[in-house]
Protein backbone atom coordinates (compact mmCIF):
# COMPACT_ATOMS: atom_id res chain seq x y z
CA UNK A 1 0.00 0.00 0.00
CA UNK A 2 2.82 2.36 0.42
CA UNK A 3 4.47 2.01 -2.32
CA UNK A 4 0.82 2.62 -4.14
CA UNK A 5 0.59 5.44 -2.57
CA UNK A 6 3.47 7.26 -2.95
CA UNK A 7 3.23 6.35 -7.13
CA UNK A 8 -0.52 8.55 -6.56
CA UNK A 9 1.19 11.12 -4.40
CA UNK A 10 3.94 11.26 -7.24
CA UNK A 11 1.16 11.40 -9.59
CA UNK A 12 -1.05 14.09 -8.23
CA UNK A 13 2.56 16.05 -7.16
CA UNK A 14 1.87 19.21 -6.42
CA UNK A 15 -1.63 19.04 -7.74
CA UNK A 16 -2.06 17.07 -4.34
CA UNK A 17 -5.50 19.12 -3.33
CA UNK A 18 -5.11 20.71 -0.14
CA UNK A 19 -7.13 18.81 2.92
CA UNK A 20 -8.25 15.94 0.05
CA UNK A 21 -7.24 12.25 1.13
CA UNK A 22 -7.53 9.68 -1.02
CA UNK A 23 -7.83 6.65 0.62
CA UNK A 24 -8.73 2.75 -0.49
CA UNK A 25 -11.18 0.53 1.05
CA UNK A 26 -10.37 -2.97 1.92
CA UNK A 27 -12.38 -5.87 0.96
CA UNK A 28 -14.11 -8.40 3.27
CA UNK A 29 -14.41 -10.70 0.70
CA UNK A 30 -17.12 -9.35 -1.60
CA UNK A 31 -17.75 -6.53 -0.38
CA UNK A 32 -16.60 -4.22 -3.34
CA UNK A 33 -20.37 -3.05 -4.08
CA UNK A 34 -20.02 -1.54 -1.27
CA UNK A 35 -16.31 0.07 -1.51
CA UNK A 36 -17.54 1.11 -4.95
CA UNK A 37 -20.63 2.88 -3.61
CA UNK A 38 -18.39 4.44 -0.38
CA UNK A 39 -16.56 6.22 -2.53
CA UNK A 40 -18.80 7.76 -5.25
CA UNK A 41 -20.63 9.16 -1.65
CA UNK A 42 -17.40 10.40 0.02
CA UNK A 43 -16.59 12.27 -3.54
CA UNK A 44 -20.22 13.27 -3.16
CA UNK A 45 -18.88 16.52 -1.13
CA UNK A 46 -22.51 18.44 0.07
CA UNK A 47 -23.03 14.78 1.48
CA UNK A 48 -19.17 14.05 2.61
CA UNK A 49 -19.62 17.96 4.43
CA UNK A 50 -23.18 16.94 6.04
CA UNK A 51 -21.35 13.75 7.03
CA UNK A 52 -18.48 15.25 9.10
CA UNK A 53 -20.49 17.60 10.48
CA UNK A 54 -22.83 14.96 12.05
CA UNK A 55 -19.96 13.31 13.06
CA UNK A 56 -18.47 16.64 14.81
CA UNK A 57 -22.30 17.09 16.67
CA UNK A 58 -22.44 13.83 17.50
CA UNK A 59 -19.17 12.43 18.91
CA UNK A 60 -19.70 12.44 22.24
CA UNK A 61 -23.58 11.19 23.06
CA UNK A 62 -25.29 10.71 26.13
CA UNK A 63 -26.39 7.35 24.71
CA UNK A 64 -23.91 5.88 22.14
CA UNK A 65 -25.82 4.06 19.97
CA UNK A 66 -24.02 3.05 17.33
CA UNK A 67 -26.12 2.82 13.67
CA UNK A 68 -25.53 3.19 9.76
CA UNK A 69 -25.32 6.95 10.62
CA UNK A 70 -22.86 7.00 13.56
CA UNK A 71 -20.93 4.12 11.64
CA UNK A 72 -20.31 5.96 8.25
CA UNK A 73 -20.17 9.44 9.85
CA UNK A 74 -17.03 7.61 11.76
CA UNK A 75 -15.93 6.02 8.64
CA UNK A 76 -15.48 9.31 6.60
CA UNK A 77 -13.86 11.13 9.41
CA UNK A 78 -11.52 8.51 9.92
CA UNK A 79 -10.47 8.94 6.18
CA UNK A 80 -11.06 12.69 6.38
CA UNK A 81 -8.57 13.25 9.34
CA UNK A 82 -5.80 10.97 8.26
CA UNK A 83 -2.25 12.26 8.69
CA UNK A 84 -0.97 10.69 5.30
CA UNK A 85 -2.81 11.85 2.08
CA UNK A 86 -3.24 8.34 0.82
CA UNK A 87 -3.25 4.73 1.85
CA UNK A 88 -6.10 1.75 2.98
CA UNK A 89 -8.29 2.17 5.67
CA UNK A 90 -10.59 -1.11 6.66
CA UNK A 91 -14.39 -0.16 6.87
CA UNK A 92 -14.86 -3.24 9.27
CA UNK A 93 -17.51 -1.62 11.47
CA UNK A 94 -19.48 -0.08 8.50
CA UNK A 95 -19.37 -3.55 7.03
CA UNK A 96 -20.36 -4.98 10.07
CA UNK A 97 -22.91 -2.88 10.76
CA UNK A 98 -24.84 -3.53 7.29
CA UNK A 99 -24.70 -7.15 7.81
CA UNK A 100 -26.66 -7.01 11.20
CA UNK A 101 -28.73 -4.56 9.57
CA UNK A 102 -29.59 -6.23 6.43
CA UNK A 103 -29.50 -9.61 6.13
CA UNK A 104 -29.48 -9.51 2.29
CA UNK A 105 -25.96 -8.34 2.84
CA UNK A 106 -25.04 -10.75 5.29
CA UNK A 107 -23.26 -13.59 2.46
CA UNK A 108 -20.75 -13.77 1.01
CA UNK A 109 -22.33 -13.11 -2.14
CA UNK A 110 -21.78 -11.08 -4.96
CA UNK A 111 -24.44 -8.12 -4.05
CA UNK A 112 -25.75 -5.44 -6.26
CA UNK A 113 -24.06 -2.33 -5.31
CA UNK A 114 -27.42 -0.77 -6.85
CA UNK A 115 -29.54 -2.38 -4.21
CA UNK A 116 -26.82 -1.65 -1.39
CA UNK A 117 -27.06 2.33 -2.17
CA UNK A 118 -30.70 2.42 -2.13
CA UNK A 119 -30.87 0.77 1.19
CA UNK A 120 -28.10 2.84 2.60
CA UNK A 121 -29.43 5.78 1.54
CA UNK A 122 -33.42 4.78 3.09
CA UNK A 123 -31.81 3.86 6.16
CA UNK A 124 -29.93 7.00 6.92
CA UNK A 125 -32.69 8.88 6.14
CA UNK A 126 -34.81 6.53 9.14
CA UNK A 127 -32.39 7.16 11.05
CA UNK A 128 -32.52 10.78 10.80
CA UNK A 129 -36.28 11.14 11.19
CA UNK A 130 -36.22 9.24 14.40
CA UNK A 131 -33.68 11.38 15.93
CA UNK A 132 -35.59 14.08 14.80
CA UNK A 133 -38.91 12.94 15.98
CA UNK A 134 -37.22 11.98 19.62
CA UNK A 135 -35.68 15.91 19.60
CA UNK A 136 -39.20 17.15 19.09
CA UNK A 137 -40.66 15.27 21.63
CA UNK A 138 -37.84 16.41 23.67
CA UNK A 139 -38.46 19.85 23.13
CA UNK A 140 -41.91 20.71 21.24
CA UNK A 141 -40.56 22.72 18.72
CA UNK A 142 -41.55 23.75 15.39
CA UNK A 143 -39.91 22.76 12.42
CA UNK A 144 -40.44 24.85 9.35
CA UNK A 145 -38.81 22.97 7.31
CA UNK A 146 -41.01 20.19 5.71
CA UNK A 147 -42.78 19.42 2.20
CA UNK A 148 -44.90 16.78 1.05
CA UNK A 149 -42.54 13.03 0.90
CA UNK A 150 -43.73 10.05 -1.29
CA UNK A 151 -46.54 9.96 -2.92
CA UNK A 152 -48.94 13.45 -2.03
CA UNK A 153 -52.69 14.07 -2.29
CA UNK A 154 -54.15 17.12 -2.14
CA UNK A 155 -56.35 16.37 0.86
CA UNK A 156 -55.02 18.64 3.44
CA UNK A 157 -57.20 16.13 6.15
CA UNK A 158 -54.97 17.12 8.73
CA UNK A 159 -53.83 13.44 10.03
CA UNK A 160 -51.16 12.56 7.60
CA UNK A 161 -47.76 13.47 8.80
CA UNK A 162 -45.44 15.79 6.69
CA UNK A 163 -42.35 13.74 6.47
CA UNK A 164 -39.01 15.88 7.42
CA UNK A 165 -36.89 16.79 5.11
CA UNK A 166 -33.45 15.42 6.04
CA UNK A 167 -30.01 16.18 4.91
CA UNK A 168 -30.09 13.15 2.35
CA UNK A 169 -33.62 14.21 0.93
CA UNK A 170 -31.69 17.65 0.53
CA UNK A 171 -28.81 16.14 -2.27
CA UNK A 172 -30.74 13.27 -3.38
CA UNK A 173 -34.33 13.70 -3.86
CA UNK A 174 -36.01 14.57 -7.09
CA UNK A 175 -39.47 14.87 -7.94
CA UNK A 176 -41.22 12.77 -10.49
CA UNK A 177 -44.88 13.58 -12.22
CA UNK A 178 -46.76 10.69 -13.30
CA UNK A 179 -49.24 12.34 -16.25
CA UNK A 180 -52.12 10.34 -17.27
CA UNK A 181 -54.62 12.18 -19.50
CA UNK A 182 -57.81 10.15 -20.43
CA UNK A 183 -58.49 9.86 -24.11
CA UNK A 184 -62.50 10.27 -23.51
CA UNK A 185 -62.89 13.32 -21.48
CA UNK A 186 -58.82 14.32 -21.87
CA UNK A 187 -59.02 15.22 -18.19
CA UNK A 188 -54.82 14.80 -16.97
CA UNK A 189 -54.22 13.15 -13.54
CA UNK A 190 -51.12 14.04 -11.97
CA UNK A 191 -49.63 11.61 -9.06
CA UNK A 192 -46.09 12.85 -7.62
CA UNK A 193 -43.58 10.60 -6.53
CA UNK A 194 -40.61 11.27 -4.61
CA UNK A 195 -37.12 9.51 -5.77
CA UNK A 196 -33.17 9.28 -4.84
CA UNK A 197 -32.49 7.62 -8.23
CA UNK A 198 -33.93 7.44 -11.94
CA UNK A 199 -33.64 3.44 -12.85
CA UNK A 200 -33.69 3.61 -16.62
CA UNK A 201 -33.84 0.94 -19.21
CA UNK A 202 -30.77 0.95 -21.89
CA UNK A 203 -30.67 0.38 -25.71
CA UNK A 204 -27.79 -1.25 -27.30
CA UNK A 205 -25.89 2.13 -28.55
CA UNK A 206 -27.52 4.69 -26.91
CA UNK A 207 -27.12 7.50 -24.61
CA UNK A 208 -28.10 8.44 -21.27
CA UNK A 209 -30.08 11.92 -23.02
CA UNK A 210 -31.65 9.10 -25.40
CA UNK A 211 -32.48 6.61 -22.53
CA UNK A 212 -34.08 9.96 -20.46
CA UNK A 213 -36.40 10.62 -23.70
CA UNK A 214 -37.78 7.05 -23.77
CA UNK A 215 -38.31 7.28 -19.86
CA UNK A 216 -40.19 10.55 -20.16
CA UNK A 217 -41.56 9.30 -23.93
CA UNK A 218 -45.91 8.74 -23.86
CA UNK A 219 -46.85 5.58 -23.45
CA UNK A 220 -50.39 4.79 -24.68
CA UNK A 221 -52.45 2.55 -22.05
CA UNK A 222 -55.55 0.88 -23.71
CA UNK A 223 -56.29 -2.81 -24.47
CA UNK A 224 -55.82 -4.58 -20.70
CA UNK A 225 -54.12 -2.28 -19.48
CA UNK A 226 -56.48 0.52 -19.47
CA UNK A 227 -56.81 3.51 -17.27
CA UNK A 228 -59.69 4.24 -14.20
CA UNK A 229 -60.81 7.77 -15.04
CA UNK A 230 -62.54 9.44 -11.93
CA UNK A 231 -64.62 11.60 -14.10
CA UNK A 232 -65.72 8.60 -16.62
CA UNK A 233 -66.43 6.27 -14.19
CA UNK A 234 -64.94 3.84 -15.59
CA UNK A 235 -61.82 2.11 -17.60
CA UNK A 236 -60.45 4.45 -20.58
CA UNK A 237 -57.81 4.35 -22.89
CA UNK A 238 -55.37 6.68 -21.80
CA UNK A 239 -51.53 8.51 -22.44
CA UNK A 240 -48.97 8.40 -19.81
CA UNK A 241 -45.86 9.81 -19.47
CA UNK A 242 -43.15 10.73 -16.69
CA UNK A 243 -41.91 14.26 -16.41
CA UNK A 244 -39.18 15.23 -13.89
CA UNK A 245 -40.54 17.96 -11.40
CA UNK A 246 -38.30 18.86 -9.42
CA UNK A 247 -34.54 17.82 -10.16
CA UNK A 248 -32.58 16.92 -7.78
CA UNK A 249 -29.38 18.57 -6.65
CA UNK A 250 -27.43 14.99 -7.06
CA UNK A 251 -28.67 13.27 -9.69
CA UNK A 252 -28.00 9.28 -9.25
CA UNK A 253 -28.89 7.37 -12.70
CA UNK A 254 -29.12 3.72 -12.22
CA UNK A 255 -28.72 1.87 -15.59
CA UNK A 256 -30.78 -1.33 -15.64
CA UNK A 257 -27.63 -3.52 -16.78
CA UNK A 258 -29.59 -6.85 -14.82
CA UNK A 259 -32.32 -8.37 -16.97
CA UNK A 260 -34.76 -11.23 -16.42
CA UNK A 261 -34.84 -12.91 -19.37
CA UNK A 262 -38.04 -15.02 -19.43
CA UNK A 263 -36.51 -17.36 -21.63
CA UNK A 264 -33.41 -18.26 -19.65
CA UNK A 265 -35.41 -17.77 -16.66
CA UNK A 266 -32.39 -15.89 -15.07
CA UNK A 267 -30.80 -12.70 -15.29
CA UNK A 268 -28.26 -11.37 -18.11
CA UNK A 269 -26.26 -8.81 -17.69
CA UNK A 270 -26.23 -6.25 -20.96
CA UNK A 271 -23.15 -4.83 -21.59
CA UNK A 272 -24.81 -2.60 -23.99
CA UNK A 273 -22.78 0.92 -25.13
CA UNK A 274 -24.42 3.73 -23.07
CA UNK A 275 -22.69 6.91 -23.31
CA UNK A 276 -23.31 9.18 -20.36
CA UNK A 277 -21.52 12.38 -21.26
CA UNK A 278 -19.39 14.63 -18.66
CA UNK A 279 -22.12 17.49 -18.81
CA UNK A 280 -25.65 16.20 -18.90
CA UNK A 281 -28.27 18.48 -19.73
CA UNK A 282 -31.73 17.34 -18.42
CA UNK A 283 -34.27 18.60 -20.41
CA UNK A 284 -37.09 16.76 -19.52
CA UNK A 285 -38.09 18.61 -16.71
CA UNK A 286 -40.57 21.13 -15.96
CA UNK A 287 -38.63 23.81 -15.31
CA UNK A 288 -38.09 26.41 -17.18
CA UNK A 289 -34.44 26.46 -17.31
CA UNK A 290 -32.56 23.16 -18.40
CA UNK A 291 -30.85 22.04 -15.39
CA UNK A 292 -27.59 20.92 -15.94
CA UNK A 293 -25.43 18.74 -14.21
CA UNK A 294 -21.46 17.62 -13.83
CA UNK A 295 -20.23 13.79 -13.82
CA UNK A 296 -18.76 13.52 -10.80
CA UNK A 297 -18.33 9.34 -9.31
CA UNK A 298 -19.38 6.49 -11.71
CA UNK A 299 -20.15 2.95 -10.06
CA UNK A 300 -18.44 -0.01 -12.45
CA UNK A 301 -19.94 -3.23 -13.12
CA UNK A 302 -16.96 -5.27 -13.71
CA UNK A 303 -17.32 -9.07 -15.43
CA UNK A 304 -19.95 -10.76 -17.67
CA UNK A 305 -23.31 -11.87 -15.31
CA UNK A 306 -25.24 -10.76 -12.62
CA UNK A 307 -24.12 -12.93 -9.96
CA UNK A 308 -20.26 -13.06 -9.76
CA UNK A 309 -17.79 -9.86 -10.71
CA UNK A 310 -16.66 -6.98 -9.45
CA UNK A 311 -17.16 -3.57 -8.89
CA UNK A 312 -14.93 -0.36 -9.17
CA UNK A 313 -15.25 3.37 -9.02
CA UNK A 314 -14.61 6.07 -11.34
CA UNK A 315 -14.24 9.79 -9.20
CA UNK A 316 -13.65 13.27 -10.23
CA UNK A 317 -12.24 15.25 -7.45
CA UNK A 318 -10.41 18.89 -7.69
CA UNK A 319 -10.51 18.37 -11.15
CA UNK A 320 -8.41 15.10 -11.26
CA UNK A 321 -10.36 11.66 -12.37
CA UNK A 322 -9.24 8.44 -9.73
CA UNK A 323 -9.92 4.86 -10.32
CA UNK A 324 -10.93 2.89 -6.78
CA UNK A 325 -10.91 -0.42 -6.72
CA UNK A 326 -10.65 -1.78 -2.99
CA UNK A 327 -7.39 -1.35 -1.86
CA UNK A 328 -6.15 0.40 -4.75
CA UNK A 329 -6.24 3.92 -6.20
CA UNK A 330 -5.20 5.27 -9.21
CA UNK A 331 -4.96 8.58 -10.95
CA UNK A 332 -6.79 8.16 -14.44
CA UNK A 333 -7.17 10.60 -17.60
CA UNK A 334 -10.61 12.33 -18.08
CA UNK A 335 -10.46 10.37 -21.28
CA UNK A 336 -10.21 6.93 -19.75
CA UNK A 337 -13.75 7.53 -18.49
CA UNK A 338 -15.58 6.52 -21.85
CA UNK A 339 -14.04 3.20 -22.02
CA UNK A 340 -16.41 2.72 -19.46
CA UNK A 341 -19.72 3.09 -21.72
CA UNK A 342 -20.16 -0.33 -22.46
CA UNK A 343 -19.37 -2.49 -25.83
CA UNK A 344 -20.47 -2.37 -28.89
CA UNK A 345 -20.91 -5.52 -29.32
CA UNK A 346 -22.59 -8.39 -27.69
CA UNK A 347 -19.01 -10.41 -27.18
CA UNK A 348 -16.62 -8.19 -26.52
CA UNK A 349 -13.40 -8.75 -24.20
CA UNK A 350 -14.10 -5.32 -22.23
CA UNK A 351 -16.16 -6.37 -19.72
CA UNK A 352 -16.45 -2.87 -17.37
CA UNK A 353 -19.52 -1.17 -17.71
CA UNK A 354 -20.83 2.14 -16.26
CA UNK A 355 -23.63 0.83 -13.56
CA UNK A 356 -24.57 3.56 -11.39
CA UNK A 357 -23.76 7.52 -12.87
CA UNK A 358 -23.64 10.01 -10.11
CA UNK A 359 -24.05 13.47 -11.44
CA UNK A 360 -24.02 17.17 -9.66
CA UNK A 361 -26.18 19.79 -10.67
CA UNK A 362 -24.06 23.03 -11.83
CA UNK A 363 -26.96 25.87 -12.05
CA UNK A 364 -28.01 27.03 -8.71
CA UNK A 365 -31.10 25.65 -7.09
CA UNK A 366 -33.52 28.03 -5.62
CA UNK A 367 -34.57 25.88 -2.23
ZN1 LIG B 1 -62.18 10.30 -18.67
Redesign the pocket.
Known amino acids: MGAAGSKLEKALGDHFPEGERYFGLENFGNTCYCNSVLQALYFCVPFRDKLLEYYEKNKNPADPEENLLTCLADLFTQISSQKKKTGVIAPKRFVQRVRKENELFRGYMHQDAHEFLNFLLNELVDILEKESSAAKDSSENSSSDKIANGPRNGLANGVQKEPLVTWVHKNFQGILTNETK ?1 L ?2 E ?1 VTARDETFFDLSLDIEQNSSITSCLKNFSSTETLNAEDKFF ?1 D ?2 CSL ?1 EAQKRMKIKKPPHILVIHLKRFKYIENLGRYKKLSYRVVFPLELKLTNTMEDADSEYSLFAVVVHVGTGPNHGHYVSLVKSHNHWLFFDDENVDIIDESAVQTFFGSAQEYSSNSEHGYILFYERLTSVTS
Open positions: CRCTCKCQ
